[in-house]
């Protein structure tokens, strides 16, 4: 779905206190990263972390000198033809029209029920299972945000397949354990 993978940026952390022009960079740099992760067939975080995103929505750089100012950004975008990528997402975000900016959440939403907060967390423990067989940390394998949006698409009949951010190698690992499949 395009409209989730639009909005996968609202998952990091710390963003809360963005205005509506930090947000659209944030947008911008974060599908920047997503495309370098899949095209690169590295876990997102592993390419630029959600941090960084951040730093660069705050910084909005405008060349590669305010790039190389950017804390932990990784080398390889601080120059070269990959910063001048990196650059033209921030631009984009900084050219978006005002109207078209993403605007603040006010609420965090509606709080899960007990039940199923019940199976979001058996739903992990089948996850750290896997992550453990795999000598992997769980939060490696798929973060908790991850396995709750599988099982949301799960539970309400949708393709989990089409879950924003999910990588083929970790469905393949996690789809039984969403689905409750016995190993």
Same mark, same amino acid.
């Given at each position: 779905?395009?409209?989730?993978?639009?909005?996968?940026?609202?998952? &990091?952390?710390?963003?809360?206190? $963005?205005?509506?022009? =930090?947000?659209?960079?944030?947008?911008?740099?974060?599908?920047?990263?997503?495309?370098?992760?899949?095209?690169?067939?590295?876990?997102?975080?592993?390419? &630029?972390?959600?941090? *960084?995103?951040? =730093?660069?929505?705050?910084?909005?750089?405008?060349?590669?000198?305010?790039?190389?100012?950017?804390?932990?950004?990784?080398?390889?975008?601080?120059?070269?033809?990959?910063?001048?990528?990196?650059?033209?997402?921030?631009?984009?975000?900084?050219?978006?029209? =005002?109207?078209?900016?993403?605007? @603040?959440?006010?609420? @965090?939403?509606?709080?899960?029920?007990?039940?199923?907060?019940?199976? $979001?967390?058996?739903?992990?423990?089948?996850?750290?299972?896997?992550?453990?067989?795999?000598?992997?940390?769980?939060?490696?394998?798929?973060?908790?945000?991850?396995?709750?949006?599988?099982?949301?698409?799960?539970?309400?009949?949708?393709? &989990? $397949?089409? *879950?924003?951010?999910?990588?083929?190698?970790?469905?393949?690992?996690?789809?039984?354990?969403?689905?409750?499949?016995?190993?």
């Amino acid at each position: 779905n395009d409209r989730d993978d639009e909005e996968a940026f609202r998952r &990091i952390k710390k963003i809360g206190a $963005l205005r509506p022009r =930090e947000l659209a960079v944030l947008r911008e740099v974060h599908g920047f990263r997503e495309r370098e992760a899949c095209d690169r067939d590295r876990p997102p975080f592993k390419v &630029i972390g959600n941090e *960084t995103l951040v =730093e660069l929505a705050r910084r909005m750089p405008r060349d590669v000198r305010a790039l190389a100012d950017v804390p932990r950004l990784p080398r390889r975008y601080a120059s070269g033809r990959s910063a001048h990528a990196l650059l033209a997402a921030v631009q984009r975000g900084v050219e978006l029209p =005002e109207d078209d900016c993403p605007q @603040r959440r006010r609420s @965090r939403g509606e709080r899960p029920d007990r039940e199923y907060e019940g199976r $979001l967390r058996e739903a992990c423990v089948r996850r750290d299972g896997v992550a453990e067989e795999l000598g992997l940390e769980p939060s490696v394998l798929a973060p908790k945000a991850l396995v709750d949006a599988m099982l949301r698409r799960h539970e309400a009949g949708e393709e &989990i $397949l089409e *879950t924003p951010d999910l990588r083929a190698w970790q469905a393949a690992l996690l789809l039984p354990a969403i689905r409750g499949d016995e190993a």
